[in-house]
T-cell receptor, first 114, second 112 residues
Framework: SAVISQKPSRDICQRGTSLTIQCQVD?????MFWYRQQPGQSLTLIAT?????????ESGFVIDKFPISRPNLTFSTLTVSNMSPEDSSIYLC???????????FGSGTQLSVL | KNEVEQSPQNLTAQEGEFITINCSYS?????LHWLQQHPGGGIVSLFM???GKKKHGRLIATINIQEKHSSLHITASHPRDSAVYIC??????????????FGQGTILTVHP
């Protein structure tokens, strides 16, 4: 199993600024993913964070808005850039599963943009 | 993209009742996940299953791959079971790795 430490747990930010969210895994994992959960909605995949290469973004998400780093097999960051109130959401990272294993999630970052 | 439908969206029960939450999906998969999300956002993985049934304590999950349907049952429900329950399947069908699409969740409230 894996434990993922995500920080910050919450933040209140001003419009136009950027916030970087970090996820640290206690073991090496091949794949990490970033999700957004808008108020009252389910999770939506933002991108897959690949070690040693650029992240792969899903439709509706772009690198300029959500740059992602994956410098090694235990760490990833997501930056929410030039924030607007519409970016107010919970952001979660996840890892795995490897075959026949469960998923592991960070504890989430509650972001509010004023 | 796999489409996921959960029912019911909201469920209220009295302590001790038997609970069933259903999940249907559109594209064939090799495995499905059931997740539990508590207020504040933290998500816990309950089950990953590819066939038949799995049981953990008072929780039972079943899946019918041919019918593209899964159910999560809670026996002898308790107020601490109150949470959002979410099913998730591979984004484009097929193998179950972390690129997933999620149901909208079932909000369960269990009253003492």
């Amino acid at each position: 199993s894996a434990v993922i430490s995500q920080k910050p747990s919450r933040d209140i930010c001003q419009r136009g600024t950027s916030l970087t969210i970090q996820c640290q895994v206690d073991s090496q994992v091949t794949m990490m993913f970033w999700y957004r959960q808008q108020p009252g909605q389910s999770l939506t995949l933002i991108a897959t964070a690949n070690q040693g290469s650029e992240a792969t973004y899903e439709s509706g998400f772009v690198i300029d808005k959500f740059p992602i780093s994956r410098p090694n097999l235990t760490f990833s960051t997501l930056t929410v850039s030039n924030m607007s109130p519409e970016d107010s959401s919970i952001y979660l990272c996840s890892a795995g599963p490897e075959a026949n294993e469960k998923l592991f999630f960070g504890s989430g970052t509650q972001l509010s943009v004023l | 993209k796999n489409e996921v439908e959960q029912s019911p969206q909201n469920l209220t029960a009295q302590e001790g009742e038997f609970i069933t939450i259903n999940c249907s999906y559109s594209v064939g998969i090799s495995a499905l996940h059931w997740l539990q999300q508590h207020p504040g956002g933290g998500i816990v993985s309950l089950f990953m299953l590819s066939s038949g049934k799995k049981k953990h304590g008072r929780l039972i999950a079943t899946i019918n791959i041919q019918e593209k349907h899964s159910s999560l049952h809670i026996t002898a429900s308790h107020p601490r079971d109150s949470a959002v329950y979410i099913c998730a399947v591979p984004f484009a069908g097929g193998t179950s790795y972390g690129k997933l699409t999620f149901g909208q969740g079932t909000i369960l409230t269990v009253h003492p």
